[in-house]
């Protein structure tokens, strides 16, 4: 089992839906979780950590379900420049080494 | 925009050339990355330095060689490089390691030919 599994998609939705991706992880013991929003030819940019007791930002939940050993983001009303691959990102110890999942291709479209 | 600035954004070179990458972080963190992005895969780790001394090396060939001289600059040098190492090298840092959110650089998009 891969470390930090997603599905690569595309997700293609229109504007103004909803859309949520999961991403798995395989330690159970990993400490620290984030989303990264990568856009073609950028560098990530962090998009928002992923707390215990699941957390919002705007349009934007990530939640932590640690029993199932994953993560969630969800992205209400889509815009078009919601468009972009999303990254899972963990820490799955408590050392330097934070594992990236290959990400989650989302295209809104008008 | 970004408090960590890599150069060159772009870099050709040949398979007998020796050339360096800089990656510089104006954000007083101090924790450096070099990370690989191929293209379909996701970032590989290559290098971590914690307050500029190198805490990870994880299995990345000699031909790659890093250098952190302060906790503000890294560089990675390259030589003898093979057509399979052209990819999108990323510097990052983070406050600290582990835990922290990392913030990248642009990048340097690697071609060997």
């Known amino acids: 089992r891969k470390e930090v599994e997603q599905d690569p998609g595309p997700f293609n939705v229109p504007e103004g839906a909803t859309v949520a991706f999961n991403c798995t992880y395989s330690?159970?013991?990993?400490?620290?979780f984030f989303w990264y929003r990568q856009d073609c030819r950028k560098e990530p940019k962090l998009l928002m950590s992923?707390?215990?007791s699941g957390n919002e930002d705007g349009r934007f939940t990530a939640q932590l379900n640690r029993a199932s050993q994953y993560i969630s983001l969800l992205i209400r009303d889509s815009k078009l420049s919601d468009s972009a691959t999303y990254l899972c990102?963990?820490?799955?110890?408590?050392?330097?080494?934070?594992?990236f999942g290959t990400g989650t291709r989302l295209a809104v479209r008008p | 925009e970004t408090g960590v600035t890599q150069t060159p954004r772009h870099l050709v070179m040949g398979m007998t050339n020796k050339k360096s990458l800089k990656c510089e972080q104006h954000l007083g963190h101090n924790a450096m990355y070099w990370y690989k992005q191929s293209a379909k895969k996701p970032l590989e780790l290559m290098f971590v330095y914690n307050f500029k001394e190198q805490t990870e090396n994880n299995s990345v060939p000699s031909r790659f060689s890093p250098e952190c001289p302060n906790s503000s600059h890294l560089f990675l040098h390259l030589h003898t490089l093979q057509p399979e190492d052209s990819a999108l090298y990323l510097c990052a840092s983070s406050q600290s390691t582990g835990m922290s959110a990392l913030h990248f650089g642009n990048g340097t998009r690697l071609t060997v030919t």
């Open positions: 330690n159970s013991a990993s400490q620290s």
């Open positions: 992923v707390y215990s």
């Open positions: 990102v963990v820490n799955p110890s408590s050392g330097d080494k934070l594992t």
